[in-house]
């Protein structure tokens, strides 16, 4: 949210003095800037998103793993125990 203000203020303080920018232009560019920034943090999030997913996604699989690990030690554990009982 800074960032746009920063460039709300950087566009209206860069044309304050040019009498060839009529309020309508000015607002345009405004709009413009702000649609710009607006674009720059969509494509930001979209990558951190991205990434975090991956690394939950890495995770899962990796405690899935664990998961199939100790239940495949557990059935071995259960057969030896079955067989010793019969």
């Known amino acids: 949210m800074q960032e746009?203000?920063?460039a709300i203020e950087s566009t209206v303080n860069q044309?304050?003095?040019d009498t060839s920018v009529n309020p309508a232009l000015l607002w345009e560019m405004?709009?413009?800037?702000?649609?710009e920034k607006s674009?720059?943090?969509?494509?930001?999030?979209n990558v951190a998103t991205k990434k975090r997913e991956e690394m939950?996604?890495?995770e899962i699989?990796?405690?899935?793993k664990h998961l199939d690990?100790?239940?495949n030690s557990n059935?071995?554990?259960?057969?030896v125990a079955e067989k010793f009982l019969l």
């Open 4 to 6: 746009i203000k920063t």
């Open 15 to 17: 044309y304050k003095d």
């Open 30 to 35: 405004i709009k413009l800037k702000v649609r």
């Open 39 to 45: 674009i720059s943090y969509a494509a930001y999030k």
């Open 56 to 58: 939950l996604e890495r």
């Open 61 to 64: 699989a990796l405690l899935e």
């Open 69 to 71: 690990n100790v239940n």
């Open 75 to 79: 059935s071995s554990y259960l057969i």
